[in-house]
């Protein structure tokens, strides 16, 4: 049904946007930063408009607590399952639900608390992709709560400043398409459209995310609680020597995670799944052959040789999206350059131009060169070497900032993988310092890791901004105001996230099965295999050579103006997923495509979003509060266990696909 909006002309001529006094006053200091020096005029000549305001108390502090929460949560989903999630929609929902609460609100202030709230949820990729390694490698024998916030604050802090300049670039003149960014304006739209009409949306809403919530929660505290059935089914069979293993995980965060994504990214990374699974560990297992169980012995082979195909995919996917960010980035420099000089000639910049002066952007950088100097020098204790270092992290964190941001707007924030680049860097910096502290260095490995960690969170951060800023840019929001609250839950989220680690690693052990920490562990591989020699370098070189051919593929979809595009990073993500996270994503994705060839309304898409937002909120959260209970008492038995209902959990995992996918599928 359409709805019937009492709001009679578009979003963005009526959504200007300032302070009031009141709201200001806690504020000005921080204020007088920005609008004197850098927008005098625009700044006054916006004040007849009366516009509605952005950040306010309210969304301050909605923000905070969301950046928060959903840390925690896809902290959980990371260590989990490898891949994690956007966090825009969700907050987007939840918000809505709670500033309804209040007598006045609006959308730009909506904006503003799931732009605060993804950001937190993103930098928990940052952290978890890579700080655990140092726990796995035996560098820290338990998280470090002051160590992780640092380098997730720094880390996450760069990344912010680092695509100041990209937004234009990117979101204005190239139009890069930021799907959940669009997705999470729709939602805000129709949102406000509804507060302000007399008909129902029919899509649920809030009530539609806490139902699935439920429902995911409930299912987690069954598997992983009560122990009530197996977190996935798998199997294996021998054909002629070679093994053949398959299996999908019972998670409905999974199934959500590729209903997001969509279908075209859900076959690439199952496409991964089936190189390493059906083609490589056959053909390795045929040559070498095994011992064993066959799913055991597939297992080790790919943990200790077949992952690294994914490695040498990265690197090359890494290299490639730098080449084809050359030019977005420089146009992106020259825009934010040209914006200061107008700015300082008194030129008119309308609001919804108005970012982050890059003048602040430079100095804020320069700064914080400072504590990342001694992050280095604390592991290294060499001056000149810490020097270096810090130097490498700038270049690497800018450049894979950009990458993110640029392969955000192709592909997503979802199933944009940080990894690669991140691997690209460590390896880089590993290879750097070998030669400079040589193979028997007891630092070497740590340091790069720490390299690593911090343009991580620049790289996650660089690629949410810029879906929160085309979500802002859709709606009418100012960016600079989008850009201070991103450092908000970059600070919010840096705060809790060694305190979930810590909670994480002492109930499940990361690292375990139960967590098994795909990322941060290819992250200790690579380490620690240039500093022993033991890196599988022919796997590496093999994975680079299938990066290279699906370059040329993508390339020819290109040319043939196809809609399927083969981006490489997607199916390098499922080259060293395990195949069973990998399956559940692909059927999630095949559920969003015939909910989008169904002919169901629109309405029926936006309700799918919200029940996949729901599962993957409900079943992330769950997983942290089973494992508080156990972190308080230190008894990983704390939890009883009903064991012998694996049947249960596979019809109740069914059900929940088919529940999706005829809610998607509804016609009206």
């Known amino acids: 049904m359409k709805l019937k909006s009492k709001i009679a002309y578009p979003f963005h001529q ?287 082979i790919w943990n200790s040789q077949i992952r690294y195909l994914g490695v040498g995919t990265m690197v090359v996917g890494g290299v490639w999206s730098l080449i084809n960010l050359f030019k977005p980035l420089v146009d992106g420099i020259k825009a934010s350059l040209e914006a200061l000089k107008k700015s300082k000639t008194n030129a008119n910049i309308p609001r919804h131009e108005q970012d982050f002066p890059i003048n602040y952007v430079g100095m804020v950088l320069a700064v914080l060169l400072i504590p990342v100097y001694l992050l280095y020098f604390e592991i290294v204790n060499d001056v000149a070497i810490a020097a ?56 070497g490995a740590s340091a790069a890791i720490m390299i690593g960690a911090v343009v991580c969170c620049a790289a996650a951060i660089g690629g949410d901004n810029l879906q929160d800023l085309k979500t802002g840019y859709i709606v009418g929001a100012t960016p600079w105001k989008q850009q201070v609250m991103q450092i908000v839950g970059v600070l919010s989220a840096s705060v809790v996230l060694g305190l979930v680690l810590d909670i994480l690693h002492t109930a499940y052990t990361i690292g375990s099965p139960t967590l098994s920490a795909p990322q941060a562990t290819l992250m200790k591989s690579v380490a620690d295999g240039v500093f022993t020699g033991n890196l599988p370098w022919t796997m590496v070189g093999f994975g680079a050579i299938i990066g290279v051919i699906i370059i040329l593929i993508d390339l020819r979809q290109e040319r043939i103006g196809s809609d399927f595009r083969v981006p490489i990073l997607a199916v390098a993500v499922g080259i060293y997923l395990p195949i069973e996270l990998t399956v559940p994503i692909f059927l999630g994705g095949m559920i969003a495509h015939f909910g989008n060839t169904s002919g169901a309304p629109e309405i029926m898409k936006k309700k799918g979003l919200l029940m996949a937002s729901g599962l993957i909120t409900g079943e992330a959260l769950v997983g942290i509060l089973v494992a508080v209970p156990i972190f308080i008492t230190g008894s990983k038995g704390w939890w009883p266990q009903f064991p012998g209902f694996q049947f249960v959990g596979i019809i109740i995992f069914m059900a929940i696909i088919y529940w999706l996918y005829k809610s998607v599928t509804q016609k009206a």
């Not at 890579?130 to 796995?136: N, Q, R």
């Not at 680049?421 to 880089?428: K, P």
Request: glycine share 12%; charged share 10%.
């Open 14 to 300: 009526q959504l200007n946007t300032q302070f009031s006094f009141i709201i200001n006053y806690p504020f000005l200091p921080l204020q007088s930063l920005f609008y004197f020096p850098y927008f005098p005029q625009s700044f006054q000549g916006e004040k007849m408009s009366k516009p509605l305001p952005e950040i306010t108390p309210k969304a301050i502090v909605l923000g905070i607590l969301l950046a928060m929460i959903l840390a925690g949560a896809n902290a959980y989903l990371g260590l989990f399952a490898g891949m994690t999630v956007s966090a825009s929609i969700p907050a987007a929902v939840i918000s809505m639900g709670v500033l309804r609460l209040f007598r006045k609100s609006n959308i730009l202030e909506n904006n503003i608390v799931q732009t605060a709230a993804s950001a937190g949820e993103s930098l928990a990729a940052g952290v978890i992709f890579t700080i655990p390694a140092l726990v796995l490698m035996g560098v820290w024998t338990e998280f470090d709560y002051l160590e992780v916030a640092k380098i997730s604050a720094i880390g996450g802090v760069i990344g912010v400043l680092f695509t100041v300049p990209l937004r234009r670039a990117l979101i204005v003149e190239a139009k890069l398409k930021y799907p959940e960014g669009v997705a999470t304006a729709a939602v805000l739209e129709a949102g406000e459209a509804s507060r302000t009409s007399e008909v129902e949306d029919e899509s649920g809403g809030l009530m539609t995310v806490a139902i699935s919530g439920l429902v995911g929660g409930a299912m987690k505290l069954c598997q992983q609680g009560y122990a009530m059935w197996h977190a996935a089914i798998e199997g294996a069979t021998v054909v002629g020597g070679s093994i053949f293993g398959i299996g999908t995980d019972l998670s409905p965060a999974l199934i959500s995670v590729g209903y997001i994504v969509g279908r075209n990214i859900g076959i690439l990374v199952v496409a991964g799944g089936l190189i390493s699974w059906g083609i490589a560990i056959p053909i390795y297992t045929a040559i070498y052959g095994f011992e064993g169980e066959p799913m055991s012995a597939a297992w080790d």
């Open 388 to 443: 270096l270092l810090a130097v490498v992290m700038m270049v690497f964190g800018f450049l894979f900032s950009a990458v993110a941001a640029y392969m955000a707007g192709m592909v997503g924030s979802s199933n944009n993988p940080i990894s690669g680049v991140t691997i690209a860097t460590i390896l880089f910096a590993s290879l750097l310092l070998l030669s400079l502290l040589g193979k028997n260095s007891d630092v």
